[in-house]
């Protein structure tokens, strides 16, 4: 910068408090649904990360690397055309096989199959193969999916944690927060 000029810097009220790390934020693989992808990115980001969203219709191996590269604080996979148990179990035994990603937090949500019909069977079936938490649209709402980041470790090492206020009107008070993932919700994934 030359002498005299003064350095303008942009900083908008939401990026300020990004600073509890990266979520990535993804479509499966023959998912080309992507308006779930902008609002989640959106409630992400809201709630204090950055966020790198691949979009719709990853490949598995692009999500495997991507992942690797950016060593998330959290993984959210979105899905929307009914596949997403599909999908999510394939590739959630890839992301599970690489040493630096075991210990990933990694989530799914949205309409995970083409029908209401055993949903939470999936979901068991879904968090037993590796993923932490699954939030099928059947069965839970934006709350949870709230309190979950809520519960992360990279939200209670940041300042005052998640307050009441720093959250969108549907998610639970901090106070209120549980300190592992909701039980209804994350089935346990094997050690
Ligand atoms: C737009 C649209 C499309 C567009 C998408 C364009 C684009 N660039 O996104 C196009 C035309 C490509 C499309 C194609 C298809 N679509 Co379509 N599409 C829709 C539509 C009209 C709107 C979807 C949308 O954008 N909603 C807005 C976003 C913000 O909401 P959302 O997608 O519902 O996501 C919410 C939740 O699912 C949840 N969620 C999603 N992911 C996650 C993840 C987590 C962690 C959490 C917590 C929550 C969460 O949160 C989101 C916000 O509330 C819906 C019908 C409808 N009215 O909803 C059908 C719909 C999703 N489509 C459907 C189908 C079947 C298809 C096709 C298979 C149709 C066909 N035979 O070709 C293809 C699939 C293509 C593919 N390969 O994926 C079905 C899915 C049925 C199911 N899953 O059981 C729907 C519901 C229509 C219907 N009633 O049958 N579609």
Redesign the pocket.
Known sequence: MAQGEKEIVVVSAASAVRDRGTVVISGLA???????LV??QLLIEELGYDVVNLGPCVPDDVLVDECRRIDPVLL?I?????HGCTDGLRVVARLRACPELAATPM?????LT?SDENVERHARALAEAGFDAV?P?QS?DPAD?TAFIASLPAASLSDASLSAASLPATSLPATSLPAAPLPALSAGRPE
């Open positions: 023959s998912d080309a649904h992507t308006w779930n609002y989640l959210v979105g899905s929307v055309n009914g989530v799914i949500g949205g309409k083409v939030f649209d839970s999916f």
